[in-house]
Each structure stands twice: as structure tokens, then as C-alpha cells.
């Protein structure tokens, strides 16, 4: 799994048309099978009068999951130009669906390894890529007197606060890089009155 990686951050759209056959293309971002399962039924409700729904994803899991489905097309004409281009992005947690409308003319394999692959590339060359850092959040429980230490190690490692709390005794859930998040761990048990609840 990579802590840092590069995505897309909304979704956009590209267009091919070769004799006669429109390939609409779609990119999502999405980390989980439930992900591409929604943007595929959305598809296939929108254009249900369209013979292929080919899609390819990337994920930044622990297993680094990726999938190529030609739907229907010839074997690796669809789904493995798809995916192809997401990768030469370098791109993860990306999903693209290419919608395929028959123009009456077979284009041969080659041809729709050209008509996937460019249809696929239109719609990543529109999209906005951002790189994303895989985060991790600690609750952190302390007293009044060491607020000062625990702000100093949240501005040091660049830590987010999401949640916070001052009763009797103050506790905050802070975001940080998931790589950094036992180093911090270990800063934070070091101080007296500080205690880590939860990784």
C-alpha cells in the first residue's frame, strides 16, 4: 500500500466516435468494490439501450486490487486498454467505464483496443488529478497543564484535530500520516498525563 499516491478528485468524462460507434467514457474515483458497483449501476440505468459497459479499476489497498472487464467485447479489447491507461497515469483508487453504442460496423480488435484506450484517455486527461496521503486518526486524552506539549507535537507532524473535547480533562482526535502514526505514539507516551485511547 502506498502512503502516498496520486488520484483523481471528482469525475469526468471523455468521448470517442469511430465509424459510426460512440464510446462514452466515465472516471470515478473509487476505493471499494461498493464504489464501483454504484457508478456501474448508475451507468447501466442511464445508458441501458447500450450494448457494453467496460470498466477497469485501481486500488490502493493492501493487495494493490485491480480488475479489466470487457463486458461482452473480445477477450483483453476493452477492459485491458481501459486499465492500461490508468495506469501509465500512475493512478489509484480510479475507476473508468467506457459505454460502447454499436455504429453498424465492426471495428476489429485492434480497432477497439484503439477506441477503448483513447476513449479512456479523454476522460483522465480531463480529470483533476490530487495526490492523496493515507491518514490515520489517534484520540489522545491529557490534563490542561500538558495542552502545550500535545499542540507541539500536532504542529510538528502536521496533524489535523477533527474532534474536541474540554471537560475535567481534555481530549482530541487528531488526524496524522499513517506512516508517521507510531513515531507520534511513542512522543505522546513519553509525556506524563498523556494517554493514547485508540490507534
Known amino acids: 500500500m502506498l502512503q502516498e499516491f496520486q488520484t483523481i478528485a471528482e469525475p469526468s468524462e471523455g468521448l ?39 470498466y477497469a479499476y485501481q486500488f490502493n489497498d493492501e493487495h494493490q486490487r485491480y480488475r479489466a472487464n470487457d463486458d461482452g467485447e473480445p477477450n483483453h479489447s476493452a ?11 500512475n493512478l489509484y483508487n480510479v475507476l473508468v467505464v467506457v459505454v460502447r453504442y454499436f455504429g453498424g460496423t465492426k471495428l476489429g480488435v485492434s480497432g477497439l483496443i484503439v477506441a477503448y484506450k483513447t476513449a479512456a484517455a479523454e476522460a483522465l486527461d480531463r480529470a483533476r488529478v490530487v495526490t492523496e496521503v493515507l491518514r490515520q486518526q489517534l484520540t489522545v486524552a491529557f490534563g490542561y497543564e500538558q495542552t502545550g506539549d500535545v499542540h507541539r507535537i500536532i504542529h ?42 485508540d490507534a
Open 79 to 89: 477492459g485491458d486498454p481501459i486499465l492500461g491507461q490508468i495506469r501509465s497515469r
Open 156 to 197: 510538528e507532524y502536521d496533524g489535523a484535530i477533527r474532534e474536541q473535547q474540554f471537560d475535567t480533562a481534555c481530549r482530541l482526535r487528531i488526524s496524522f500520516r499513517r506512516d508517521q502514526v507510531t513515531e507520534i505514539q511513542e512522543k505522546l507516551d513519553q509525556l506524563v498525563g498523556v494517554k493514547v485511547l
Open 16 to 54: 470517442y466516435k469511430e465509424k459510426g460507434s460512440k464510446f462514452l467514457a466515465f472516471a470515478y474515483p473509487a476505493s471499494s468494490e461498493e464504489d464501483v458497483s454504484t457508478c456501474l449501476e448508475a451507468l447501466r440505468s442511464r445508458y441501458h439501450d447500450a450494448r457494453h459497459h467496460c
